[in-house]
């Protein structure tokens, strides 16, 4: 589901059920495959055009696909679909820019730059002037960029500020740029779904058109094949849970395929659901065992880790097999169908689990961590799967949660948050004794260490909170230290219930703390 952009719609797609015959389906997996292998060379087109003039078109002409070769790209597909198509892959383009955008971001606001040289790079990155021309220009003729910001003073005036970035800053800038390009691939388009509008499809509902004979069909969808001037008809069914969404149906569709099968799916623009927030703010910890913990308590998704185990074992299985049988993996049935069932798994937990997150808690705010999803129990392949499934599931269910409810979602910094004491905050890897066990070297408090972990996250999206979100992780680690060094002095005014003083125990805890070895000023603070 997403917002659109230019209104306050939300939409969701559904998928409808087909009768199309085994002739019918093949010509519709025709079109696919060649919109798929059309996507990859309008990627291409459009990625030399940002690589050369630094940003993105939507107006370029997909019809002459420049090949490496300097030659064009020759495909059955009508003009009407390239330009489809072209639409759709400039989207996806513009999409993994903003990741990159946001990723260069989370490394500035980590760095231990100086305060004006980060303004100034963080400034051009969100302009995503990374290769734009007058960047290049500063830096062929070694002269700094000067450029001009608006922004607005304490009585809401306007002011006009000029900044400057010299070619120290910019090499620094596309060095961040290159850097987050190696983390962040571009999307890959082999297994893109076709978003086609009334361009290429026609959409006839039961009364209408072809549907005054065929009655026992809901509707007929009209799909132009590679044929000129042919199109396929295909009848379609009913989604009852779709039609129990309050919301107007668009005629715009998105056609793929699954295990070799065409899937329809249909978008409808939604009204967002009543909300009566019952809690201010609730923070969770994602983990895998459990999925989710709360700072109420909660442990939502116990069974997690089991049953990814249990598919670990059998992908692990497939693809030990096609290794010895010289297969690759992509070209074997029973992996395609494992990982779909695995990718269907994540995905239909995520959206349980925090689905019923919601109804127990109704939080107007929800404080999560920025997600990580990784076990020492499961295979780098399923790590790597975790990574990139998983954190996508969640991101998206997030948004969607405040697209349809208004949930607000604040990201914060969780670094040493599964290792230090909710209740005096005290930090010490002992502190954690497996992923369930939480024991504070300190003060003795017990508890699950997933629970502990979320409540050190709620405490920490609070505004006088120091530790922000992309405090670095040794600065992080400091100011920890240090903090409850302060408040363990003797005579030190602490919270209520929060233990402290100097003891002879205490000192012989704080002496034995291993982080202590990286902070030797600290070592002096309790002497």
Not at 109 to 128: A, C, D, F, Q
Not at 352 to 374: F, G, Q, S
Not at 380 to 397: H, V
């Amino acid at each position: 589901m997403k917002r659109g952009k230019r209104t306050d719609e939300i939409y969701g797609s559904y998928l409808l059920p087909h009768a199309m015959n085994r002739g019918k389906e093949e010509k519709v997996l025709q079109v696919l495959r060649q919109y798929r292998r059309a996507a990859e060379g309008i990627q291409r087109l459009h990625l030399r055009r940002f690589f050369e003039e630094g940003s993105l078109s939507r107006f370029l002409d997909p019809t002459s696909v420049g090949q490496p070769q300097g030659g064009y790209l020759e495909s059955p597909l009508s003009d009407r679909y390239l330009w489809v198509c072209s639409q759709q892959v400039v989207d996806m383009l513009k999409g993994h820019l903003e990741h990159l955008k946001n990723r260069v971001r989370e490394i500035l606001l980590g760095s231990s730059l100086p305060r004006e040289k980060r303004e100034v790079l963080l400034l051009l990155n969100s302009r995503e002037a990374w290769l734009k021309p007058e960047v290049r220009q500063a830096l062929a003729e070694g002269q700094p960029l000067v450029f001009k910001v608006v922004r607005k003073d304490e009585s809401g005036r306007e002011r006009t500020k000029t900044l400057q970035a010299t070619p120290e800053d910019l090499r620094l800038l596309l060095h961040l740029f290159r850097r987050a390009r190696k983390e962040l691939t571009w999307p890959g388009m082999h297994r893109i779904q076709m978003h086609l509008d009334g361009k290429v499809v026609r959409y006839e509902p039961r009364g209408r058109g072809r549907g005054k004979q065929a009655t026992h069909f809901p509707a007929w969808l009209h799909l132009a094949t590679l044929e000129k001037g042919k199109r396929v008809a295909i009848p379609l069914g009913e989604n009852p849970y779709a039609e129990g969404r309050k919301g107007e149906w668009r005629d715009f569709f998105q056609v793929g395929e699954e295990n070799g099968r065409v899937q329809i799916r249909r978008v409808k623009a939604l009204s967002p659901k009543p909300y009566t927030p019952r809690t201010e703010r609730l923070a969770v910890d994602i983990g895998l065992s459990p999925l989710i913990a709360t700072d109420r308590g909660d442990l939502l998704g116990r069974g997690f880790l089991r049953l990814l185990a249990a598919y670990d074992t059998e992908i692990q299985t497939i693809a030990k097999r096609a290794q010895r049988e010289g297969r690759k993996l992509s070209q074997v049935p029973e992996y395609r169908e494992a990982m779909g069932r695995l990718r269907g798994f994540l995905k239909n937990e995520v959206n349980r689990l925090l689905n019923r997150l919601v109804a127990l808690h109704a939080p107007a705010v929800l404080v999560v961590e920025r997600l990580d999803l990784r076990s020492p129990e499961l295979s780098r392949r399923m790590n790597r799967l975790l990574s990139n499934f998983g954190r996508r599931y969640l991101k998206e269910k997030l948004a969607r949660l405040g697209e349809l409810y208004g949930i607000k979602v604040v990201e914060v910094n969780p670094a040493y948050s599964s290792q230090a004491c909710s209740r005096c905050g005290y930090v010490d890897p002992r502190n954690r004794r497996d992923t369930q066990t939480f024991v504070c070297q300190a003060c003795g408090h017990r508890g699950n260490a997933q629970v502990n972990a979320a409540r050190n996250l709620l405490r920490r999206s609070s505004p006088e909170e120091s530790v922000i979100t992309f405090t670095p992780k040794r600065e992080t680690l400091r100011l920890l230290l240090r903090r409850y060094a302060e408040r363990s002095r003797p005579g030190s005014r602490l919270r209520p219930g929060i233990p402290g003083g100097r003891s002879a125990a205490l000192e012989q805890v704080w002496g034995k703390n291993p982080y202590l070895k990286g902070f030797p000023d600290l070592l002096r603070t309790l002497g």
